[in-house]
Each structure stands twice: as structure tokens, then as C-alpha cells.
């Protein structure tokens, strides 16, 4: 979005971080379904949705980057840059060396 970003696709933008947060909040939901698991089943069920949730709590963190950076939000877009370095965010996947 080089030059002036107009309200529609500031509003596209927004609804693609509005969406995986949405796909975030149904792994969480489902997780939390699964706080009791006890059968090796129940267990690999709530892994692999935990496994989700991670990823996709990094792509709204990578996309928000995004976003802000693209409709000129600069400073607030350092603020989440800074966030994901802090939690080892990248946007390859890989854990900056260090990180376990």
C-alpha cells in the first residue's frame, strides 16, 4: 500500500488480523476443551491444537506487524517488531539462535 493507503484497504487489512484472531480464539477454545484430557487420543487432540494456536498467534502477530507498517502506523508497528523479537517471533518460524 505505497503512497496514500485508502479506508478500503486499510479495512481489508483489518479484517485479515480480525479473521486469524479468530481462527486463534477457536484453537484456544478448543485447548481449553481439552484441559482434562486423559486418553493418549485426548492428549495428541489437545497437542495438535495447541500446536495451531502457537501458529497462528504468530501469524497475528507477523501479519499485525504488517498492517501497521503498510498504512503508515510506523511507530506502532516498531512497538509489535519489538514484541516478536522479544518473544523470538520471526517471520521464517526459526527461533533466533539462543531461544529454546
Do not use: F
Not at 491444537?49 to 498467534?57: F, I, P
Not at 517471533?89 to 527461533?95: F, Q, S
Amino acid at each position: 500500500m505505497a503512497g496514500k493507503v485508502t479506508d478500503e484497504e486499510i479495512l481489508a487489512a483489518v479484517h485479515r488480523v480480525r479473521e486469524l484472531e479468530a481462527r486463534h480464539a477457536e484453537a484456544s477454545a478448543r485447548v481449553d476443551a481439552l484441559r482434562s484430557a486423559a486418553t493418549p487420543g485426548e492428549l495428541e487432540e489437545r497437542d495438535r491444537w495447541g500446536a495451531v494456536m502457537a501458529d497462528l498467534a504468530r501469524a497475528v502477530v507477523l501479519e499485525s506487524l504488517e498492517v501497521l507498517d503498510r498504512i503508515g502506523m510506523v511507530t506502532a508497528a516498531q512497538l509489535v517488531e519489538s514484541v516478536a523479537d522479544e518473544e523470538g517471533i520471526t517471520a521464517d518460524g526459526e527461533r533466533p539462535e539462543g531461544r529454546d
